[in-house]
T-cell receptor, first 113, second 116 residues
Framework: KAGVTQTPRYLIKTRGQQVTLSCSPI?????VSWYQQTPGQGLQFLFE???????NKGNFPGRFSGRQFSNSRSEMNVSTLELGDSALYLC????????????FGDGTRLSIL | AQKITQTQPGMFVQEKEAVTLDCTYD???????LFWYKQPSSGEMIFLIY??????QNATEGRYSLNFQKARKSANLVISASQLGDSAMYFC?????????????FGTGTRLQVTL
């Protein structure tokens, strides 16, 4: 079974630009979550999508948005990039149910110049 | 609000020895799940082990076991027979079991170095 796939692996942008990151979950998984990891703040939850609906959201500004498609693939968009958005963005998928672990992709490392 | 505390920023262990990584948590929810993940320097997060709040027995997965002490709100990871490949960051995480959400709250992590 293929794991969670995130593209691209690395991205360099400049302040003010926008960026879209992609995540393909494990086949059959309908829940996709996004996390931001930085040295200063650690791992922080961004949002979760399930069956094309956002069902949980972290404390991030509205510049961070996402969506999920009917095939469960998800995209995350960050507009008006700031230097502080430089981070490793991790996507995780899980099957539905209380005891199900989240399985993570390799992440997208975003650098803002 | 949920909180996960990992008090050991870094740990050293000799190859073939056992090591315990500490994790304490705080939640007012009666139903929750506890997870441990391993993050090598390459960045991917690897799921290791899960413990549910209502599980009667401590979870085990190969060389990994979870020492779950509910009254103390601790969920320590025990790695037996350490290997050089175990060198990585280890994160403890908690999820509230509302049944409708999968948000994980992570600790700050422990960097484990396995030495010869």
């Amino acid at each position: 079974k293929a794991g969670v796939t995130q593209t691209p692996r690395y991205l360099i942008k400049t302040r003010g630009q926008q960026v879209t990151l992609s995540c393909s979950p494990i086949s059959g998984h309908r829940s996709v979550s996004w996390y931001q990891q930085t040295p200063g703040q650690g791992l922080q939850f961004l949002f979760e999508y399930f069956s094309e609906t956002q069902r949980n959201k972290g404390n991030f500004p509205g510049r961070f948005s996402g969506r999920q498609f009917s095939n469960s693939r998800s995209e995350m968009n960050v507009s008006t990039l700031e230097l502080g958005d430089s981070a490793l963005y991790l996507c995780a998928s899980s099957s539905d149910g209380r005891n199900q672990p989240q399985h993570f992709g390799d992440g997208t490392r975003l650098s803002i110049l | 609000a949920q909180k996960i505390t990992q008090t050991q920023p870094g740990m050293f262990v000799q190859e073939k020895e056992a090591v315990t990584l500490d994790c304490t948590y705080d939640t007012s929810d009666p139903s929750y799940g506890l997870f441990w993940y391993k993050q090598p320097s390459s960045g991917e997060m690897i799921f290791l082990i899960y413990q549910g709040s209502y599980d009667q027995q401590n979870a085990t997965e190969g060389r990994y076991s979870l020492n779950f002490q509910k009254a103390r709100k601790s969920a320590n990871l025990v790695i037996s027979a350490s290997q050089l490949g175990d060198s990585a960051m280890y994160f403890c995480a908690m999820r509230e079991d509302t049944g409708t959400a999968s948000k994980l709250t992570f600790g700050t992590g422990t960097r484990l170095q396995v030495t010869l």
